[in-house]
């Protein structure tokens, strides 16, 4: 289980062609619509059986995939993390945190056709070249969902080049904050101010 304040990438779809739902919808989602119940799920053991029940003439390398991903977005991310979501011109990312368990939507639309999905309250965005070099090459993992190491330092190294989401939730807003604070204790909370301009 990662602890709270954890950081994750959720990608939104292939080339991140979802991300501008998963913003203006207030949530991060995977696909797997074929498996059911995913969201009643407590356990890694009961989440392979259900892939396997789910898959049963699929390659074991290819179920042990789709556990790892899984198991990310339906076991190991907690109310409280981080989520990094790329956007779909990958130009910019969006920073959320996680406030809800996974849940699945029954009448899905195109703008996003994943059912499991996780409430965030969505917080800024960041320019892709503004992050480190080694944050730019975390991005490009060929996984759509992973968690990333050395979530503190990432956040405070950004926190400066952070913009606000408008209420609209869309991604023109350029406003840029100043950074009040970053409290490593319990995971990592940030707290932005924000000039009306």
Not at 111 to 122: A, C, D, F, I
Request: one cysteine or more.
């Amino acid at each position: 289980m990662a602890e709270q304040g954890a950081l994750f990438c959720v990608w939104a779809g292939e080339g991140g062609r979802y991300a501008d739902a998963f913003v203006k919808g207030g949530y991060v989602a995977i696909g797997w619509p074929e498996v059911q119940d995913l969201h009643r799920v407590d356990s890694y053991d009961q989440l392979r059986a259900r892939l396997q029940e789910t898959y049963p003439d699929a390659p074991s390398g290819r179920v042990s995939n789709y556990l790892g991903q899984v198991s990310n977005f339906i076991l190991k991310i907690q109310i409280g993390d981080f989520l990094v979501t790329p956007g779909s011109d990958r130009n910019w990312v969006c920073i959320g945190e996680v406030i809800s368990h996974p849940y699945k939507v029954l009448n899905i639309d195109e703008s996003s056709p994943y059912p499991h999905r996780r409430k965030v309250e969505w917080l800024s965005k960041a320019r892709r070249s503004d992050l480190s070099e080694s944050m730019q090459r975390s991005l490009r993992s060929p996984q759509a969902i992973f968690r990333i190491g050395g979530a503190g330092a990432w956040i405070e190294s950004i926190a400066g080049d952070l913009f606000t989401l408008e209420q609209e939730n869309d991604w023109s807003d350029s406003r840029v904050p100043t950074l009040v604070g970053v409290e490593p204790r319990d995971g990592y909370r940030i707290w932005l101010r924000y000039d009306n301009g």
